[in-house]
């Protein structure tokens, strides 16, 4: 299969980028999108021609490192990420657009890679949760029913991948911070810390140049995960119980003063 490739082209962080246009023939239609990068990479090498910089980790759909966005979408239109995306999908001889995920927060390190370390300071925000170590507890001393243990579960597996926040209008990051929030915050391992944790996740998450929630959408309807925005609506009653801890606790300290 032949096809014709759009390509984000930036040296660095501070240089202003540009699009190449490349033609790649004779791929096989079982090759994946990176795959075929990697046969572009090599035959620029060969021409001395810097290489396409982008990332990849697993391969497998797992690591969520691959960040692409395909022909306008993050990850292409078949809700995977970028190194599931086969070139069978496309049409033979088909335009390829490929650009980074846009977002003020991730900044673009070089073409195709960016910068998503503000995702790891959200999550360390987050801080802690008080487990306590020792001799193994009995099972029956912290009950989780089938149903809380089911939202802990479909909120952990979030990859981090950034498709959220490039296919926002805005940019946010609430479907990632609530994501990250709720895993805890439903069990009662990550309940005593459940509000002060989800105020310092918001305030960094707010702190990085994420921008707000409008309910649009878009975050789950790319979502490599299938995370369901319902826990934004989780985070937002978490951080609105905070706000409300923190003025009864000021309240408290004038009332002592």
């Known amino acids: 299969m032949d096809f014709?490739?759009?390509?984000?082209?930036?040296?660095?962080?501070?240089?202003d980028g540009e699009w190449a246009r490349y033609e790649v023939e004779d791929i096989n239609s079982g090759a994946s999108l990176l795959e075929m990068l990697d046969i572009l990479n090599e035959r620029l090498i060969t021409e001395g021609e810097r290489p396409i910089a982008f990332d990849y980790d697993c391969?497998?759909?797992?690591?969520?490192?691959?960040?692409?966005?395909?022909?306008?979408?993050p990850h292409g239109p078949r809700q995977v990420?970028?190194?599931?995306v086969f070139m069978r999908e496309f049409e033979d001889g088909q335009e390829i657009v490929l650009e980074p995920f846009r977002a003020t927060a991730f900044p673009v390190?070089?073409?195709?890679?960016?910068?998503?370390?503000?995702?790891?300071?959200?999550?360390?925000?987050?801080?802690?949760?008080?487990?306590?170590?020792?001799?193994k507890p009995e099972p029956n001393a912290n009950p989780v029913s089938p149903e809380i243990q089911q939202?802990?579960?479909?909120?952990?597996?979030?990859?981090?991948?950034g498709a959220c926040v490039a296919a926002c209008p805005n940019?946010?990051?609430?479907?990632?911070?609530?994501?990250?929030?709720?895993?805890?915050?439903?069990?009662?391992?990550?309940?005593?810390?459940?509000?002060?944790?989800?105020?310092?996740?918001?305030?960094?998450?707010?702190?990085?140049?994420?921008?707000?929630?409008?309910?649009?959408?878009?975050?789950?309807?790319?979502c490599p995960q299938e995370i369901s925005i319902k826990v934004i609506g989780e985070l937002?009653?978490?951080?609105?119980?905070?706000?409300?801890?923190r003025l009864r606790s000021r309240r408290g300290d004038m009332k002592a003063q």
């Open 4 to 15: 014709k490739l759009k390509v984000w082209r930036q040296d660095s962080p501070e240089a």
């Open 59 to 73: 391969r497998e759909g797992i690591c969520g490192s691959c960040a692409l966005t395909i022909n306008s979408v």
């Open 81 to 84: 990420t970028s190194c599931q």
């Open 109 to 135: 390190v070089q073409d195709l890679a960016i910068d998503r370390s503000a995702f790891d300071r959200v999550v360390e925000a987050g801080g802690y949760i008080s487990v306590t170590s020792g001799p």
């Open 151 to 161: 939202d802990a579960m479909d909120a952990a597996i979030c990859i981090g991948c």
């Open 171 to 222: 940019g946010s990051a609430m479907l990632f911070t609530g994501a990250k929030s709720t895993h805890l915050n439903v069990l009662p391992q990550g309940e005593p810390e459940r509000y002060d944790r989800t105020a310092r996740m918001v305030e960094q998450m707010d702190a990085e140049g994420f921008g707000g929630c409008t309910n649009t959408g878009e975050c789950e309807y790319v």
């Open 236 to 245: 937002y009653r978490d951080y609105r119980t905070s706000m409300i801890h």
